[in-house]
C-alpha cells in the first residue's frame, strides 16, 4: 500500500511539474507578434509587424475608457521610458507598443489623445499607440492568451499582464499591471539584462 501511495504522489508532483512548465515556459515561449497583422498608429500610419526592426518591445493591451488599471500602467510605462531614456536605450534598442482592445469606441483622435496625456506625440518616439481591425485586435490578443470581453457596458474585463518581448517578437517575460503589480524597477532591470 505504501507503494502505491508513493508512487500516486511521485506521479501527482511530475504532473504538477509538468503542467507548471508548460504554463511557465513552453506556453510563453511560443507567445510571438503575428507577423500578417496589420495594424494603424493613432496617428493613421499603417503598422505591420512583419516590418518590425529587431528591438526589445514591452507590450501593453489597454482601452482608454478603463478607469484605473489601464492608464496607471500606462503611468508607470512613461516612469520607465524615463529611466531608460537616461540609458540612451529608448527607441533606439526598446520600444513599447500600446494596443487598445476597444477599436470599436478607441478612434484614432480618442487614442491621440490618450497618448498624448502620457508625453507621445508622434508615432516616432519609440512609443507606438497601435488600433486595428476587431479581428486583428483579438488575433493579436490570442497570441498572447490576452483575454478581454466587454460586458455590455463599455467597461472591458481584461487579462491584467503586461510582456516583455525579445527582438524576435518572442515574449521573454510577463508582468502585471496597475501601479500594485507593475514594478518599475523590476521590468527595467529586465530589459537591461536582455540588452546584456
Known amino acids: 500500500m505504501k507503494k502505491l501511495y508513493l508512487s500516486l504522489t511521485i506521479l501527482f508532483i511530475l504532473c504538477v511539474g509538468a503542467g507548471v512548465f508548460y504554463f511557465t515556459v513552453y506556453r510563453q515561449a511560443k507567445m510571438e507578434l503575428p507577423k500578417d497583422v496589420v495594424m494603424e498608429t493613432a496617428w493613421g ?19 482608454t475608457n478603463c478607469p484605473d488599471v489601464c492608464p496607471n500602467t500606462t503611468f508607470q510605462m512613461t516612469k520607465l521610458r524615463e529611466k531608460l531614456e537616461r540609458e540612451h536605450v529608448f527607441g533606439k534598442n526598446v520600444e513599447f507598443i500600446t494596443i487598445t482592445i476597444d477599436p470599436k469606441r478607441d478612434t484614432r483622435e480618442k487614442l491621440q489623445t490618450y497618448a498624448k496625456t502620457f508625453g507621445v506625440t508622434n508615432s516616432k518616439q519609440g512609443w ?13 490578443a490570442d497570441a498572447f492568451d490576452f483575454q478581454y470581453r466587454d460586458p455590455g457596458n463599455g467597461m472591458l474585463i481584461h487579462t491584467t499582464l503586461t510582456y516583455l518581448l525579445d527582438e524576435n517578437g518572442r515574449v521573454i517575460e510577463q508582468f502585471g499591471m496597475g501601479k500594485q503589480r507593475f514594478h518599475v524597477q523590476e521590468v527595467y532591470a529586465a530589459i537591461m539584462d536582455e540588452l546584456k
Open 45 to 63: 500610419e499603417e503598422y505591420r509587424f512583419s516590418d518590425e526592426k529587431p528591438k526589445i518591445r514591452l507590450l501593453e493591451f489597454m482601452y
Open 128 to 140: 507606438l499607440f497601435l488600433r486595428g481591425s476587431e479581428a486583428d485586435t483579438k488575433k493579436v
